[in-house]
């Protein structure tokens, strides 16, 4: 891993968005994977604001997010969809078309997962896969268990995702309880990996994602078997490691 630790938020956001601009500048049709969640929410600003600056364009450029909660439709003002089309997709030029998520409202949600998966096999490796980690070690949206599905599939979201992910939702009770994920393989395929976690309370699971055994019951730890992860960290996130 390439561990580069920063001061403060600013500046990791701005210096994550900086090697994506770099990444974007060298492959104007980059295939670009993408988080939800507040991690990469600074990246995500800063991109726009190089793209109204004239900077960058994403013209060119194809995304594929890593999941989708099921029974939430696009136009949920909850669902990932909603999420990335408030922080991203609706203030750059990235064609729609070239937008990719899984649909989780579906009736039959097992043949998205079959399509999405297809999806991201046809179209060959990722180029760069933007990704946080969860404080129970999921990425993605692979939680911890025994096995890890490499391929993208149906999640059961556990109780301790369902409640951090309440805040976005009224109530917990409207956390959908189950989502659609890219798997560990769909992940480690991409030929780099930007990796962001931020604050102290996550300083724990990123010591032992990138120091501890791998272990499926810390997804993150597959990390280490990946050759090519950019990990953005600030101070707080970066104490478990120092
Ligand atoms: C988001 C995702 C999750 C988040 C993780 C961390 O698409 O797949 O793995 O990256 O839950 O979320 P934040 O960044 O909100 O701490």
Known sequence: MNLRIFESEIELDWEAAKALQFEIKNKPNLKLGLATGMSPVGLYRELVNLYNAGELSFRDVTSYNLDEYVGLDREHPYSFFQFMNQHLFKHIDLDEERIHIPNGCVEDVEKEVKRYNSLLGQEGQLDVQILGIGLNGHIGFNEPGETLSADTHIVTLSEHTRKVNSKYFNTLEEVPKKAITMGI?????????????????KSEIVRQAFKGPVDPNCPGTFLQLHGNVDVFLDLGAAKGLA
Do not use: D, P, S
Request: proline letters at 0%.
């Open 185 to 201: 393989g769909n992940i480690l395929r991409a030929k780099k990996i930007i990796f962001i976690a931020k604050g102290e309370e």
